[in-house]
């Protein structure tokens, strides 16, 4: 099996993807890709069998590149979720010293997660990468005397000394990731399962409170909602619902009259989460 996911070598999603792999037998081919919109499509495409990718951070929220492509612009299914402890830290070449840092490299999420550390650096310049690894990659060939915020592993990847570890804002981060296949997956009680829809255009009151009845009504827990905009018209929104049923048949119930009063309905998977 070939599995894809963020690269380069040294990220969290390549974690992750160790996990997957365990999950899976252990038989895996890996291969890297260099943003979270490739490993998608890469899997859409057949090109890999799996994707492993980031779909929401304790502390930043949603990766809205990750959910927004599952909904928007591919037809795959969540197979697998896991969550896993983000432990940020600070690294540059050997003999760098703190107080000569010029500048500060991560990837969006990584900077976002240790604002007030860079804050008690004193380092105003900061530089967003492809992600944490590429960071310290960047980092490992430049002539100047800059840092990247990265797992541990990447410093040793890239011959990297940690000045800072563990330099997060908060203590519980977490990051979730999805593990994507083409393979269809059913509505299963006992699991997570992701859905989304649209509203239609017709503006009457209680509309969304409408739709969410429906899952109180068969006792459905909700752990999740989030509205993104649907992208062809302003001021509407795509709601993303992570749920759980105890009743398969209540489940299936539920979605089938939600299908029923939406404009657009997909179905994003009915799945396990890798301990």
Do not use: W
Not at 62 to 79: G, N, P, Y
Not at 114 to 120: A, G, L, T, V
Not at 241 to 246: F, G, H, Q, V
């Amino acid at each position: 099996m070939k599995l894809g996911y963020l690269g380069p070598k040294g990220t969290f999603s390549e974690q992750a993807a160790l996990l997957c792999a365990k999950q899976c037998g252990g038989d895996c081919e890996f291969e890297m890709f260099f943003n979270i919109t490739d490993v998608i499509s890469a899997v859409d495409e057949g090109r890999v069998d799996m994707g492993v990718v980031p779909l929401e951070n304790s502390i930043e929220g949603t990766v809205t590149s990750t959910v927004d492509t599952l909904i928007f612009d591919a037809e795959l299914f969540i197979r697998y979720d896991l969550i896993l402890k983000i432990s940020q830290n600070l690294m540059a070449k050997k003999g760098t010293k703190p107080e000569d840092i010029s500048r500060i490299v991560s990837h969006p999420q990584g900077l976002a997660q240790c604002r007030k550390y860079i804050r008690s650096l004193g380092v105003k310049n900061t530089a967003e990468a492809a992600s944490t690894a590429e960071a310290a990659r960047i980092v490992s060939e430049s002539p100047e005397p800059i840092a990247a915020i990265a797992p541990g592993r990447a410093a040793e990847v890239y011959g990297l000394e940690i000045l800072g570890r563990d330099i997060q804002d908060d203590g519980t981060n977490a990051t979730r990731f999805v593990v994507i296949s083409r393979e269809a997956t059913e509505l299963t009680p006992g699991v997570k399962t992701s859905i989304a829809f649209t509203l239609d255009d017709d503006n009457s009151p209680g509309r969304l409170y409408k739709v969410l009845d429906i899952l109180n009504i068969y006792e459905i827990n909700m752990i999740k909602i989030e509205s993104r905009p649907a992208k062809h018209k302003l001021g509407t929104y795509v709601f993303y619902i992570d749920l759980i049923a105890e009743n398969g048949d209540d489940l299936r119930d539920a979605v089938k009259m939600i299908k029923r009063k939406v404009a657009f309905f997909k179905f994003l998977g009915s799945y396990s989460t890798i301990e």
